[in-house]
């Protein structure tokens, strides 16, 4: 499942994700910070979303109440979330 996310509070402003189960691959950041995004869509690249949740969820940058980490982990979730529905309408 592909799954687009719109960021929240962010330099980035939307997550591009696919989901396999619960195992999370082929993100891509739009904006943001490139070099570290990059680090962190390579880094992340096979975790699961409990994975991914539990590393990223709640890291904020500067004074901002979230970061592009956080919104990763509101993403993976939100997108698991979705492929659960569509699983059990199937």
Request: a negative charge; charged letters at 25%.
């Amino acid at each position: 499942m592909v799954y687009n996310y719109t960021t929240k509070n962010t330099c980035s402003t939307n997550i591009k994700l696919e989901l396999d189960g619960d195992i999370v691959k082929n993100i891509e950041f739009t904006g943001g910070c490139n070099g570290n995004l990059k680090a962190i869509q390579l880094l992340v690249q096979g975790w699961t979303v409990e994975q991914i949740e539990e590393k990223c969820h709640g890291i904020t940058c500067g004074r901002r109440p979230t970061s592009c980490a956080d919104q990763l982990a509101l993403a993976v979730r939100e997108a698991y979330n979705e492929s659960q529905k569509e699983f059990a309408a199937e």
